[in-house]
């Protein structure tokens, strides 16, 4: 079910500081890096199945301001912890050779629901690395390249390699800024779960 809500300003800085909360998936594993950072910065979050991508954010009920329920954005992130585990996910072997890799037929579903993703790599020497083939798969360097580039033109609307160190931070940016900009902005649907 969609919702339209109308807030103000001050509305929106009080769900942001007292209602923002970080969803990651179920499956999302070795991000304890993550959950440090988020709980340093008294930022809070839960475990919970995440269709597409790994963390996405939501602002939960507020009977007070008129939300009886939880309110959902189309803003996710996919991370990957490596450059190995991004090569490996788009060189998968497929059984037929027009079947797509997991990763990109997650990012399709998204696309199709309107959902914005945002890949970030923790490697911040990714792209070097990549152009060097100093990654562990059997997909060439330039086959790689194409495929990232492909990805980004059809289904991201951001990718980053970042160090590991500043990867909670660019999660936290990104939901943060998303879900204010469709608070004030209604720059997308916000939906009620």
Request: hydrophobic fraction near 35%; charged fraction near 40%.
């Amino acid at each position: 079910m969609e919702v339209q809500y109308r807030f103000s300003d001050t509305e929106i800085k009080k769900l942001l500081k007292e209602n923002f909360t970080i969803l990651y998936d179920t499956r999302e594993q070795q991000n304890q890096h993550i959950l440090d950072f988020l709980d340093k910065k008294k930022i809070r979050y839960k475990k919970k199945k995440i269709d597409e991508g790994d963390y996405t954010a939501i602002i939960t009920a507020r009977e007070d301001m008129g939300i009886s329920r939880d309110l959902y954005f189309n803003i996710a992130i996919e991370r990957k912890n490596s450059v190995d585990e991004l090569a490996g996910n788009l060189s998968a072997k497929q059984e037929d050779y027009r079947d797509n890799p997991r990763l990109i037929r997650e990012l399709a579903r998204a696309r199709e629901k309107d959902i914005m993703i945002f890949l970030i790599v923790e490697d911040k020497n990714g792209k070097e690395k990549i152009e060097t083939e100093d990654y562990r798969s059997h997909i060439g360097a330039k086959a790689l390249q194409g495929r990232i580039k492909s990805m980004e033109i059809n289904y991201l609307k951001g990718l980053k390699f970042l160090d590991k160190s500043e990867s909670a931070r660019e999660i936290v940016n990104i939901l943060w800024y998303g879900v204010m900009e469709a608070l004030k902005e209604k720059t997308q649907d916000i939906k009620v779960q």
